[in-house]
């Protein structure tokens, strides 16, 4: 999934507004600002370090906030159930539900019993 808009990103330097998309690859969180020209920079941030991830009410629009080590983001410009598909993608660190039940389903037959691995044997 890819979430476009209107990012206020602060961090220690100050404050700027940057418009661009946001997706997941891999274990990365990616942002591809995109400037005039059909030029972008790209900047990746690990999933894994993401905290604080919240949607926040404020002035009659939902933002989508979340911090990775001393950078803030604010994401706006979006409808509300992408952005809360979105916040569910970071929380999950990246994989969606049907990864999660396919993860766990995993776990399961990896992990059984004695009982269970004894009578499979024979």
Known sequence: MK???ICKINSVLGMEYQ???FYIDRDYLVF???FS???KKRQTFPVAKLGNIALVRENEEILLTFKCD????EINGNS???LREFRDLLQ???MNNADLKKAENQKKVRYTTHHYHNFAKS
């Open 3 to 5: 979430l476009d808009g």
């Open 19 to 21: 418009f661009g998309e």
């Open 92 to 94: 999950n660190k990246g």
């Open 37 to 39: 020209l059909g030029m």
């Open 80 to 82: 509300h159930d992408d």
């Open 70 to 73: 001393n950078i803030e983001f």
């Open 32 to 34: 591809d600002q995109n």
